[in-house]
């Protein structure tokens, strides 16, 4: 059922944000188990709330229909499921499809054999590829606004450089974007020594700042990283040295700093001709209580029969919006077979997650009776 599920998921073109086919046919699959679908439009961006049951105890199922574009150099139809030795190929069948599916199917077999007495509900956008704005973020307004409540919350995401279901993502380091501009003077090459070659001075800058040590990290957090992503002087002569050369990097970093901060602490090294522009994106944040992380281990412990690792490595993802609502964490396949060419997931990986969602479902109201009964 998972293969099938997962098979029909993949063939919808969802490439971000056009994720309405795939939305309406897991609502279709949800309300003919007993949910009450609520689908959220919101500009073009087809979004769904959907819950079983009416308790206020409700454990939330999180992810994302949309998908990158496949581009070229597949095997196979990215848009057609086409198995190879156990593996399942095709765009999204990792990011996240096959969570999707395996949840999906987790939740119909429980609800076959159980009448839980917690709602259990699923939260599912199209825009998460693009950091959307019409995505989750607004979800989660909706919710408050509603007064909805929701226990906990797992992210069906590929997430993690472990195997699958072998680590729970537990937040996410911070993003900042840092642009570099040097100025100097466009002249001959031969006039260098009368005007100062800049590029020099701003490639020996852009070296020293790529390899600024920022902290240690903590318990929680690996250490802050610095990476460049590019070098532009947008010369194609050999006899200029031209006015103009930029770097951009890309500053992932843990909550040992702010934005204010960081921000603050590279100002500080500027030399005079070099400016600096920032963008932000996510802040560094822990999205789970040790108590509801600690259950989640225990069910990947009776699934799996190993204790999983837990930590925040990785990007952001909808865990951001999420985790102003509830405790969230993520739980999926390994993020390194995300977004490629040939894109594939496991049979074993989707048959591990359902078991894992599975037992989450199973003890959820002993969790609940645990934690909420005072
Ligand atoms: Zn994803």
Same mark, same amino acid.
Request: net charge neutral; with cysteine.
């Given at each position: 059922?998972?293969v099938?599920?997962?098979?029909?998921?993949?063939?919808?073109?969802?490439?971000?944000?056009n994720?309405?086919?795939?939305?309406d046919y897991c609502?279709?699959?949800?309300?003919?188990?007993?949910?009450?679908?609520?689908?959220?439009?919101?500009?073009?961006?087809?979004?769904?709330?959907?819950?079983?049951?009416?308790h206020?105890?409700?454990?939330c199922?999180?992810?994302?229909?949309?998908?990158?574009? /496949?581009?070229?150099?597949?095997?196979?139809? /990215?848009?057609?499921?086409?198995?190879?030795?156990?593996?399942?190929?095709?765009?999204?069948?990792?990011?996240?499809?096959?969570?999707l599916?395996?949840?999906l199917?987790?939740?119909s077999a429980?609800l076959k054999?159980?009448?839980?007495?917690?709602?259990?509900?699923?939260m599912?956008?199209?825009?998460?590829?693009?950091m959307g704005?019409?995505?989750t973020s607004?979800?989660?307004?909706w919710?408050q606004?509603r007064?909805?409540?929701?226990t906990?919350?797992?992210?069906?995401?590929s997430?993690?450089?472990?195997?699958t279901g072998e680590?729970?993502?537990?937040?996410?380091r911070?993003?900042?974007?840092?642009?570099?501009k040097?100025?100097?003077?466009?002249?001959?090459?031969?006039?260098?020594k009368?005007?100062?070659?800049?590029?020099h001075?701003f490639?020996?800058?852009?070296?020293?700042?790529?390899?600024t040590?920022l902290?240690?990290g903590?318990?929680?957090?690996? /250490?802050?990283?610095?990476?460049?992503?590019?070098?532009?002087?947008?010369?194609?002569? !050999?006899?200029?040295?031209?006015a103009?050369?930029?770097?951009k990097?890309?500053? !992932?970093?843990?909550?040992?700093?702010t934005?204010e901060?960081?921000?603050?602490?590279?100002?500080?090294?500027?030399?005079?001709?070099i400016?600096v522009?920032?963008? !932000?994106?996510?802040?560094?944040?822990i999205g789970?209580?040790?108590y509801?992380?600690?259950?989640?281990?225990q069910?990947?412990?009776?699934?799996l029969?190993t204790? /999983?690792?837990?930590?925040?490595?990785?990007?952001?993802?909808?865990a951001?919006?999420?985790?102003?609502?509830?405790?969230?964490?993520?739980?999926?396949?390994p993020?390194?077979n995300?977004?490629?060419v040939?894109?594939?997931v496991?049979?074993?990986?989707?048959?591990?997650?359902?078991?894992?969602?599975?037992?989450i479902?199973?003890?959820?109201?002993?969790?609940?009776?645990?934690?909420y009964?005072?």
């Open positions: 059922m998972i099938k599920l997962l098979s029909d998921l993949v063939s919808f073109k969802t490439v971000t944000p994720g309405d086919a795939a939305i609502a279709k699959f949800l309300e003919k188990i007993g949910f009450v679908c609520h689908k959220l439009n919101f500009g073009s961006v087809a979004n769904l709330y959907a819950k079983y049951g009416t206020n105890k409700n454990i199922f999180a992810g994302h229909v949309d998908v990158v574009p /496949p581009l070229d150099g597949w095997n196979s139809d /990215p848009f057609v499921l086409t198995e190879r030795d156990g593996l399942l190929f095709g765009r999204g069948t990792n990011d996240m499809k096959g969570g599916a395996a949840v199917c987790a939740i429980f054999k159980h009448t839980p007495d917690f709602s259990v509900s699923v599912l956008t199209s825009d998460e590829e693009i704005k019409n995505g607004k979800i989660v307004q919710i606004e007064n909805e409540q929701i906990g919350c797992i992210l069906c995401e997430c993690s450089t472990d195997a680590y729970i993502k537990i937040g996410c911070g993003s900042l974007n840092v642009d570099f040097s100025v100097g003077t466009q002249c001959h090459v031969v006039s260098s009368k005007f100062v070659n800049h590029l001075s490639a020996k800058f852009i070296s020293d700042f790529a390899n040590k902290d240690d903590n318990s929680n957090f690996s /250490p802050s990283d610095i990476e460049m992503t590019s070098i532009d002087v947008a010369n194609s002569v !050999r006899n200029i040295i031209p103009n050369a930029s770097a990097f890309n500053i !992932r970093f843990n909550d040992c700093w934005f901060k960081l921000e603050h602490f590279i100002k500080k090294q500027l030399p005079q001709n400016s522009k920032f963008t !932000r994106f996510g802040f560094p944040f789970s209580e040790t509801f992380t600690n259950f989640l281990a069910s990947i412990n009776k699934t029969g204790m /999983p690792k837990i930590g925040t490595a990785g990007g952001n993802s909808d951001l919006s999420l985790h102003k609502l509830t405790n969230v964490v993520e739980i999926g396949t993020i390194e995300a977004h490629i040939n894109e594939y496991s049979k074993t990986d989707l048959e591990k997650l359902y078991k894992i969602y599975f037992d479902l199973g003890s959820f109201s002993a969790y609940c009776a645990k934690h009964s005072r």
